[in-house]
């Protein structure tokens, strides 16, 4: 085996492994994006309950939503009244604090990387066909 066959049999693994991993990764990232819809910012109020515990308000849609905030994101309101939160277009009783989910944002880089080495194993392999 020479160093071109080598050469094009690690570009055949890579384009296997990087667009066989990449590809349905990004289809999922698609579909899940396409489910969510678009998250709008908006500023929300923070009032907090005789318990001690915050609840964020807001209205939107011509309605008035509120729903308690988890212990994890004090760091986005603490000492503040209002605070600029993301709401669902499709449901807007949801709301989040980041423009779009950490998760996803990970597995569309990820996604995205890999497809990218997929595709230029891919170009590598076509070019060692007409080399060797």
Do not use: C, Y
């Not at 570009?11 to 590809?23: K, T």
């Not at 929300?44 to 915050?54: M, S």
């Not at 209205?59 to 760091?75: H, I, K, M, V, Y």
């Not at 990970?106 to 194993?121: K, S």
């Amino acid at each position: 085996m020479n160093a071109v066959d080598a050469v094009g049999t690690i570009a055949e693994i890579l384009s296997w492994i990087g667009l066989g991993l990449g590809l349905p990764l990004l289809a999922v990232v698609f579909l899940v994006k396409v489910h969510d819809g678009s998250w709008l910012p908006h500023e929300i109020v923070i009032v907090e309950d005789e318990d001690g515990r915050a609840r964020a308000r807001w209205f939107t849609a011509g309605d008035f939503w509120e729903r308690p905030l988890r212990p994890q994101e004090s760091a986005h309101w603490h000492g503040r009244e209002a605070v600029d939160a993301f709401l669902s277009e499709r449901h807007p009783s949801l709301m989040r604090f980041e423009p779009r989910r950490p998760v996803l944002h990970a597995f569309q880089v990820l996604g995205i990387t890999l497809a990218a080495v997929g595709a230029a194993a891919v170009a590598l392999s076509i070019v060692l066909l007409f080399i060797g």
